[in-house]
């Protein structure tokens, strides 16, 4: 069994940033693969961003690439996503991912 906990959504103005953390529990974390997905309102979800287990290999939506940057401290057993230069299209809700486990999602609003 896995757990996922997102943190770090909130509220942030047009061009602003965020980090969002996703700490993960109940397996070996260091093992797997992880991932952020995002939902807009009225959307489906979408992949934003990926991470391998060494954290040695990255990939990224078009949408975000250049502007979000994603990592993993594997003695944490937490993955984060930095968000920079936001807009109102990435308003979403922030989703993270490994295997067949997802978290609970973090609100992300950008204001115009």
């Known amino acids: 069994q896995v757990q996922l906990v997102e943190s770090g959504g909130g509220l942030v103005q047009h061009g602003g940033s965020l980090r969002l953390s996703c700490a993960a529990s109940?397996?070996?974390?260091?093992?797997?693969?992880m991932a952020w997905f995002r939902q807009a309102p009225g959307k489906e979800r979408e992949f934003v961003a990926s991470i391998t287990w060494s954290g040695g290999a990255t990939g990224y939506a078009d949408s975000v690439k250049g502007r979000f940057t994603i990592s993993r401290d594997n003695a944490k057993n937490t993955v984060y996503l930095q968000m920079s230069a936001l807009t109102p299209e990435d308003t979403a809700i922030y989703y993270c991912h490994t295997g067949t486990y997802w978290g609970q999602g973090t609100p992300v609003t950008v204001s115009s």
């Open positions: 109940g397996t070996f974390f260091g093992n797997y693969a």
